[in-house]
C-alpha cells in the first residue's frame, strides 16, 4: 500500500501531493524540479481532529515504526517470500493501540515539519527489532516445512515513522485522529516528560536537478533514484547531499521505440565456494549444459533488476538474465528515450545476489545447505539500460527473450 503525502514545494511552499516513493519533484505551479533526499527515517504524522480548545502545542505525537518491503527467505528445499507492510509501536504503552492498523493507508499524511508544535513521544523501540518482528512473519510462514533456514533477505524494504496525534482532555487521554478515549490518569506534565520538539534535522534536503558535469538539466521520473543528463549522456545518483557519477551503459538496438528497463550488472566472486567464473555458476546451479571453455573465461556476473517489482518476477528476472547472459552485447553510452525508473538501489541489489543464485539452483536440495557459507564479493557494478519490444501486455527483451507483463511492471512501482 502507497502513502499519500503533503509536502510543500521548496521552491514556492505550494502545497504538492506525493506518493511515498517519489524523489524528484517537479511543483505543478511554480514548474521548479528538485530531488529529495532524506536522513534517516521519514517522519510522517497523521491528520488530527482534535476539538479547538485543545492548543496545537499541548498535543503529543506518538510513534510508530513502519516496515515496508520483501522478505526472501531459504529454508529446506524452498525459496520463499513474503510482503510485509505492517505498523508497530515505537514506544510500549500499553493504553495505545498496538498497531495502526489500515488508518496510514486510508487518510493522507503529512511530513513533520517545524509546524508541528506539540511533543513529541520517544522512539524506544529499535528499528533493528521492528526487521526482526517482521522476520518473525517468516517463521510463523514457514512453520510446516521441518527444516533449517539457510538464508534470510530484506530487499527492497523502507522502514519510516508514522506518529498518531494525541491529547490530554480532563485527566483522560485521547486518540486525535478518531477522538476516542485510550485510557484515565496521567497528567499533561508527566506525559510530558522526556518528550522533545519538532528536530531540524528530521527535514528532508532538496537538490538542484542540475547536472554536476554540464549544467544541463537532469531527468528522470518521479520515483527514480538515477537521473540521466541528456546532454552529456551521464548518469547520477544522490550520495552525502550531491549528485555522484555511477557507470552505466545502454545495450543498444536496430529498433526504434524501445523501452528499456535498467539491471544491475554486478561482476562478483564467491568466498566459502568455489565460484569465480561463469562456468562455476553453471555447475554450483546444476544447469543441463555441457561446460565449454568460453564459459571457464567469462567472469562471473550478476544481472539484478534495478527497479521494484513482485519477489517472484524479481527472481525470475535475475536469474534468466543471469543464465543467458552470453546473448547480451557490451553495451554503449547513448541514454535511451524510454526508460523505467530505477527504484531499486545498488545497495538492495547486493543483498539480493544470494536470492538470485539460490532461485537458480535446479537442485535446490544440495545448494541451499551450502548458502550460510556462501559470501558474495562485488568487484564492479554498472547500471545497464536493456532494450524491451512494447508488445502492448508484455514487453519482451530483445537479445534474451525475456518477458515481463506491463501490470506487473507498473505495479512494482507501488510496492
Ligand atoms: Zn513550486
Ligand atoms: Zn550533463
Redesign the pocket.
Known amino acids: 500500500m502507497d502513502l499519500t503525502i503533503h509536502q510543500n ?1 521548496p ?2 511552499g ?1 502545497d504538492i501531493v506525493l506518493s511515498e516513493a517519489d524523489r524528484l519533484i517537479r ?1 505543478p ?2 514548474e ?1 524540479q528538485n530531488f529529495m533526499v532524506t536522513r534517516g527515517l521519514l517522519r510522517f504524522v497523521l491528520p488530527h481532529k482534535a476539538p479547538d480548545h485543545i492548543l496545537p502545542e499541548d498535543m503529543f505525537y506518538a510513534p510508530y515504526l513502519r516496515f515496508k518491503g520483501n522478505i526472501y527467505y531459504c529454508k529446506g528445499k524452498f525459496i520463499k517470500y513474503k510482503v510485509v507492510d505492517t505498523t508497530q509501536q515505537g514506544m510500549l504503552v500499553s493504553a495505545l493501540p498496538p498497531s495502526l492498523g489500515l488508518r496510514p493507508q486510508a487518510m493522507p499524511v503529512t511530513l513533520v515539519t517545524e509546524e508541528v508544535v506539540g511533543h513529541f513521544l520517544p522512539q524506544t523501540i529499535k528499528a533493528k527489532t521492528v526487521l526482526e518482528r517482521a522476520a518473525q512473519l517468516t517463521v510463523i510462514d514457514s512453520e510446516n516445512i521441518k527444516a533449517p533456514f539457510y538464508h534470510r533477505a530484506y530487499i527492497g524494504e523502507t522502514l519510516s515513522c508514522i506518529y498518531l496525534p494525541l491529547y490530554i482532555d480532563n485527566g483522560t487521554l485521547y486518540d486525535a485522529v478518531t477522538n476516542k478515549a485510550l485510557g484515565r490518569g496521567g497528567s499533561e506534565d508527566t506525559m510530558r516528560t522526556g518528550t522533545f520538539s519538532y528536530k531540524e534535522n528530521w527535514a528532508p534536503h532538496f537538490l538542484a536537478t542540475v547536472c554536476p558535469h554540464c549544467g544541463d538539466l537532469l531527468s528522470g521520473k518521479r520515483d527514480s533514484l538515477i537521473l540521466s543528463c541528456y546532454n552529456c549522456h551521464s548518469s547520477w545518483k544522490e550520495q552525502k547531499g550531491g549528485f555522484q557519477k555511477i557507470q552505466w551503459s545502454a545495450v543498444a538496438t536496430d529498433y526504434k521505440g524501445m523501452y528499456h528497463l535498467p539491471f544491475w550488472k554486478m561482476t562478483v566472486r564467491a568466498v566459502g565456494v568455489a565460484l569465480e567464473t561463469f562456468a562455476d555458476f553453471l555447475r554450483a546451479t546444476n544447469q543441463p549444459l555441457v561446460i565449454q571453455p568460453r564459459h571457464r573465461e567469462r567472469q562471473l556476473i550478476f544481472w539484478i533488476p534495478g527497479f521494484k517489482v513482485r519477489p517472484s518476477t524479481f527472481l525470475r528476472l535475475g536469474k534468466n538474465l543471469t543464465l543467458r547472459q552470453e546473448k547480451i552485447g557490451e553495451g554503449g553510452q547513448e541514454m535511451p528515450e524510454h526508460m523505467h525508473p530505477v527504484t531499486l538501489p545498488r545497495k538492495e541489489a547486493v543483498q539480493a545476489l544470494k536470492s538470485v543464485f539460490a532461485g537458480a539452483a535446479l537442485n535446490k536440495q544440495k545448494l541451499l545447505p551450502q548458502l550460510p557459507e556462501v559470501h558474495f564479493k562485488v568487484l564492479e557494478t554498472e547500471l545497464c539500460y536493456l532494450p524491451f519490444f512494447d508488445k502492448g501486455y508484455d514487453f519482451v527483451q530483445e537479445q534474451t527473450g525475456i518477458s515481463i507483463a506491463q501490470s506487473v511492471l507498473n505495479f512494482g512501482r507501488k510496492l
Do not use: P
Request: net charge neutral; hydrophobic share 25%.
Open positions: 514545494c521552491s514556492c505550494a511543483c505551479y511554480c521548479v
